[in-house]
C-alpha cells in the first residue's frame, strides 16, 4: 500500500523557531544513529521514519558516518525518502554532519574544508537530495584554523547545498567566536551563550543512549544498546551505582504520571534555549512514548531539587 502521511499530523506536535533563525523545528526530533544502518531491519527503520512523520515529527537528524557501516543510515534514509516521502520532501527538514573519521587518508576526517563539502556531496548522493536544511560540522577541530571550518559552511549554504549551518559538541567559547566568524563570513554556560547570541538549541542524547528508559531498571537486556558490541554505551557504564540512580529517577517520574523517558526529555525541554530534543528509537513505540512527554513539561521546585539529589556525584541524599 502506497504510503500516506496522517491527517492529524500536525494537530498536537508544539514547534519553537530555532534562535534568532526563521526556521521552526518540533519539540521532538528524530535521529538516526542507531538501528538504521545496513545491520539493521528496514522494515523497521521505515516503520519508525512514518510512524514518526505522522505524529508530526518533521526533523531527521543524520550524520556521514551513522550506520554500521558508515553512510549506510544515509542510504536507508534515502530508500525511504524516495519510496515514501519524496512528495512531501517540503514538509521535511533533515540534517546531517560531518567531524569524525569516515574515510582512510588525510582528509576523511575532522574539520578541513576539503573534508567537509567532499563528505556534504557524499551525503547528497547517499539520500538522493540536491540539498541539506542543517550542515553541521560534527565536532571541533583542534588542528585546523576555526575560520576554514566555518568558511566551509559558509560555502555549503552560499552553494544552495545546505539552508542552514550548526555545529556540534562546540564549548561555550568556541561556540561564540564559531557564531562570530560566521557572521562575518549544555555544557557549563552553553544555554548562556546561546541565550546571549539567539542561537536554537538541539539536545542530542537526551535519553542517554537509552539509559534514562525502563529498559534498564532491572539491568542490561540482551539486545540494549550496552550490550551490543558495536554500540556508543558501553556495558561497564552501566554500573550498579548508575542503575540505583535510574532507578531512583524512575520512582519520580511515576510521581509525576510519566515514564522515565517522558520525564527525562520534559526536563531537557524546560530550558527555553533549548529549541528540541533529538530522540533514539529501537521501535516506533519508543517514538509515540516520547512525544507524549510534551503533554507534562513544567517541573515544581521540589521536582527539580530531588532530581538533582538524584543525580549529584555523591548520589544524594
Known amino acids: 500500500m502506497p504510503y500516506r502521511p496522517a491527517d492529524t499530523r500536525y494537530d498536537a506536535m508544539a514547534y519553537e523557531r530555532c534562535g534568532k533563525s526563521g526556521v521552526q523545528l518540533p519539540a521532538i526530533s528524530l535521529g538516526l544513529w542507531h538501528n538504521f544502518g545496513g545491520v539493521d531491519r528496514f522494515r523497521n527503520s521505515r516503520a519508525m521514519v512514518l510512524r514518526a512523520f505522522d505524529l508530526g515529527i518533521t526533523h531527521f537528524d543524520l550524520a556521514n558516518n551513522y550506520g554500521p557501516p558508515p553512510g549506510s543510515a544515509e ?5 525511504i525518502l524516495r519510496r515514501d516521502l519524496a512528495s512531501y520532501r517540503d514538509e521535511l527538514l533533515v540534517s546531517t554532519k560531518a567531524g569524525w573519521p569516515m574515510w ?14 567532499a563528505s556534504l556531496d557524499q551525503s547528497l548522493r547517499r539520500m538522493g537530495l540536491e540539498y541539506v536544511d542543517i550542515f553541521y560540522h560534527h565536532r571541533p577541530d583542534p588542528e585546523t584554523p576555526l575560520e576554514e571550518t566555518m568558511g566551509a559552511l559558509d560555502h555549503a549554504v552560499r552553494s544552495g547545498k545546505a539552508l542552514y549551518a550548526g555545529i556540534s559538541s562546540y564549548s561555550p567559547e568556541e561556540t561564540r567566536r564559531a557564531a562570530q566568524l560566521f557572521n562575518r ?3 557549563g554556560g552553553l544555554l548562556a551563550v546561546l541565550r546571549d547570541l539567539g542561537i536554537g538549541c538541539i539536545v542530542f542524547s537526551p535519553l542517554a543512549q537509552g539509559l534514562l528508559t525502563d529498559r534498564y531498571l532491572a539491568g542490561i537486556p540482551a539486545d540494549s544498546r550496552a550490550a551490543k558490541p558495536h554500540g556508543f554505551l558501553k556495558r561497564e557504564q552501566v554500573t550498579e551505582d548508575v542503575l540505583a540512580k535510574v532507578r531512583r529517577l524512575n ?7 510519566q515514564t522515565l523517558a517522558q520525564m527525562a526529555l520534559a526536563w531537557v525541554l524546560r530550558h527555553r534555549e533549548v529549541t528540541a530534543a533529538l530522540i533514539g528509537a529501537s521501535r516506533p513505540e519508543h517514538i509515540e512514548d516520547a512525544v507524549a512527554a510534551l503533554d507534562q513539561r513544567t517541573f515544581s521546585d521540589d ?7 538524584i543525580l549529584a556525584p555523591s548520589g544524594g541524599s
Open 251 to 257: 520512582e519520580c517520574a511515576r510521581a509525576r504520571g
Open 75 to 79: 542510504t536507508t534514509f534515502g530508500r
Open 303 to 309: 521536582e527539580l531539587r530531588a532530581i538533582d539529589r
Open 104 to 117: 582512510p587518508g588525510p582528509y576523511g576526517d575532522w574539520g578541513s574544508r576539503k573534508y567537509l563539502i
Open 185 to 187: 563570513a549544555m555544557e
